[in-house]
């Protein structure tokens, strides 16, 4: 067996009944097992140029860490998928390095609440976070660096920095300890930061912004962990930029896109980043006291820069508001019944109004379907809706209406400015609702008014 590849394994009758015996020696049932077998065959086939005597802990590593952040399987699934390929790696393929795995890190906790409410319940313990951060990139680095990723992790949340600016900061920082192979992090220098900037400039060809987002992670990384400052790197290779317009969708095509948005909330949502400009993130966070129907308008909170804005309600969804405010408030009273945590509080609102977080004001306007554990406070609490759950629905919105441009979330938000750039409406008006801190950033959405050539007749349409 040791010659053959592992897909070549996928056709092996007899390998599947030695398996199907293993499982139920491992006292599975009868009925499950095919969901076991289905799980290994989609590990055998990612695996199609692999010989069975070269697979590794590494790659098996990789794989399981890929597993655990598939957003389509649920923790139950996880976790059977995680325990049919622990089984079939040790009874089927009889590999050595099986000890060298900690299974358990990539299976999930499954909590049963009331009324079939399925909770995952995420690491709380920072060690236990590097390990799964860091298991992609190997034990050596884990062994290397986790102390000084710890060490970062935990001045990360005392500070009070956001999940996602926790999950980007690490990554960016793992990456580049395994860019220095193993040096020891007393020997880290601003150097070595500098070849790194430059080997993501060159060989990486990142964007300008990506490049800058990562010399931010590696500064708090030396500050915060290595406990020292990142001292001047001098010059270094800038990642070139690139001078892209904008997607915009004509109004025509924007109306076709709404009519293939079929569920209610993501009609809502998308009609909120078309109609009032907002981010994505902006628009998932809404809580219910940022709508004000007196004004007609939304307060948009801690926006791109933990600013504040402003930004106009559109009248032909007042109705549709209020309909979700109900169904938030139908939501909210479920889980008051169940006695839930209450919902996350930014900054010290939690202490100075004790209440406040079981309020129907403060509960998000778009919540999620499932109640999951806070990551960092251990509460069980409703989160809002998932962003990858509209991200889906407008990008299959745009195939449906058959739009042959690159349609995104985002994209309303471009097409919300030049619309209303169209409409005359002046330019500092346009960035007070979209936020930004500099004209020159608002200026980009004029490339459809002023773009030279927009208004010349071409010569093979002269009489």
């Not at 759950?389 to 471009?414: D, F, M, P």
Request: with cysteine; charged share 30%.
């Amino acid at each position: 067996m040791d010659g053959k590849l592992l897909h070549e394994l996928l056709d092996d009758k007899l390998i599947w009944d030695r398996f199907s015996q293993s499982l139920k020696d491992e006292k599975v049932k009868d009925t499950s097992i095919p969901f076991y077998i289905n799980h290994v065959q989609r590990f055998l086939s990612k695996a199609m140029n692999t010989r069975v005597d070269k697979l590794d802990a590494r790659r098996v590593m990789v794989y399981l860490s890929i597993l655990t952040k598939n957003k389509f399987l649920k923790d139950w699934q996880i976790n059977q998928a995680v325990d049919g390929i622990h089984i079939y790696i040790r009874d089927t393929l009889k590999c050595d390095f099986i000890s060298d795995i900690d299974w358990d890190v990539y299976k999930h906790e499954v909590v049963y609440l009331p009324r079939g409410i399925v909770t995952r319940i995420e690491s709380l313990d920072i060690p236990e976070l590097i390990e799964q951060k860091v298991a992609l990139f190997g034990k050596d680095l884990r062994d290397h660096y986790g102390v000084l990723l710890t060490r970062m992790v935990r001045i990360l949340r005392v500070r009070n920095y956001s999940k996602r600016t926790e999950d980007t900061y690490l990554m960016w920082a793992t990456r580049f300890l395994k860019f220095l192979n193993g040096l020891n992090e007393k020997h880290i220098s601003d150097q070595q930061v500098r070849e790194y900037l430059e080997y993501l400039a060159i060989e990486r060809r990142v964007s300008p912004n990506t490049q800058k987002l990562a010399l931010n992670a590696l500064s708090f990384l030396f500050k915060f962990g290595l406990e020292r400052d990142l001292g001047n790197i001098g010059d270094f290779v800038k990642a070139k930029a690139s001078t892209r317009l904008p997607v915009v969708l004509s109004k025509q095509e924007v109306k076709s896109l709404f009519d293939q948005l079929t569920f209610p909330s993501h009609f809502l949502m998308a009609g909120l980043l078309y109609g009032s400009g907002l981010r994505l993130m902006e628009c998932v966070r809404l809580r219910v006291q940022d709508i004000d129907f007196d004004y007609n308008q939304i307060m948009v909170r801690d926006g791109k820069g933990l600013k504040d804005r402003l930004v106009p309600l559109p009248e032909r969804f007042v109705n549709s508001l209020k309909k979700q405010i109900e169904k938030a408030r139908k939501v909210h009273d479920s889980d008051l019944e169940l006695n839930i945590d209450g919902v996350y509080l930014p900054y010290a609102i939690e202490r100075k109004y004790p209440n406040a977080d079981k309020e129907l004001k403060w509960q998000f306007l778009f919540p999620a379907t499932r109640i999951a554990t806070d990551q960092r406070s251990g509460k069980t609490r409703r989160h809002h809706i998932h962003e990858t759950s509209l991200q889906r629905a407008v990008s299959k919105a745009g195939e449906k209406a058959n739009i042959n441009k690159r349609v995104h979330c985002h994209v309303l938000r471009h097409s919300f400015a030049t619309h209303l750039l169209e409409k005359g409406y002046d330019i500092r008006t346009v960035q007070e609702l979209l936020g930004h801190s500099d004209v020159s950033t608002t200026m980009i959405y004029t490339h459809v008014l002023n773009k030279p050539g927009i208004n010349v007749k071409s010569p093979m349409d002269f009489d």
